[in-house]
C-alpha cells in the first residue's frame, strides 16, 4: 500500500512573513518606548526649572536692589540644584513718589526719583531644557540718613 506523507510543521515563506511581522511589531513598539522615554526626561527637566523659579526669583530681586543707584542694566547668572540660570534687567522707567500735602507745612512735597522698574529676561537651562521667563520687577534707592 502506497501511503500519502503528510507535511507537519511550517514552510520556509509561512517563517518569513512571521518574523516580518513580529520585527516590524518590535520596532514600532521600540519607537514608540524610546519617544515616551524621552517626553519623560524632558518632562522632568521642566519640573526642575519650575521648582527652581521660586529660589531664582528672590536672588534677582536682591541682586537688583543692591544695584548702584546710577546703573541702567544689570545681569548675572548662576546654578541652582542642576538648573543653570541666566538674567539681565534694564531699566525701564525710574520715578518718584507723587507729590503729597506735607501735614506740618500744609504745601506740595515733591519727592526724588527713587524707583526703578526693571525689565528682567531670565532664561533656566537644565540638559537641553530651556526656558525662558520675561516680567518686571521693582526697585527702589534706599533713603539716605
Same mark, same amino acid.
Given at each position: ?74 545681569? !548675572? ?67 539716605? !540718613?
Amino acid at each position: 500500500m502506497i501511503g500519502k506523507k503528510f507535511q507537519t510543521g511550517f514552510t520556509l515563506i509561512e517563517v518569513l512573513v512571521a518574523s516580518v511581522i513580529f520585527v516590524a511589531s518590535i520596532s514600532a513598539i521600540s519607537l514608540a518606548y524610546r519617544g515616551a522615554l524621552f517626553a519623560s526626561a524632558r518632562a522632568d527637566d521642566n519640573v526642575q526649572i519650575s521648582g527652581v523659579v521660586p529660589i531664582v526669583l528672590p536672588e534677582v530681586q536682591a541682586s537688583l536692589q543692591r544695584v548702584d543707584s546710577s546703573a541702567l542694566s544689570s545681569a !548675572g547668572s548662576g546654578n541652582t540644584w542642576g538648573v543653570e540660570y541666566e538674567w539681565s534687567a534694564t531699566v525701564i522707567q525710574f520715578r518718584a513718589a507723587k507729590p503729597q500735602l506735607g501735614l506740618e507745612s500744609r504745601r506740595i512735597v515733591e519727592y526724588e526719583p527713587r524707583f526703578k522698574l526693571w525689565e528682567v529676561n531670565l532664561t533656566l537651562t537644565k540638559n537641553d531644557t530651556e526656558s525662558a521667563f520675561q516680567y518686571r520687577e521693582l526697585s527702589w534707592l534706599n533713603e539716605q !540718613g
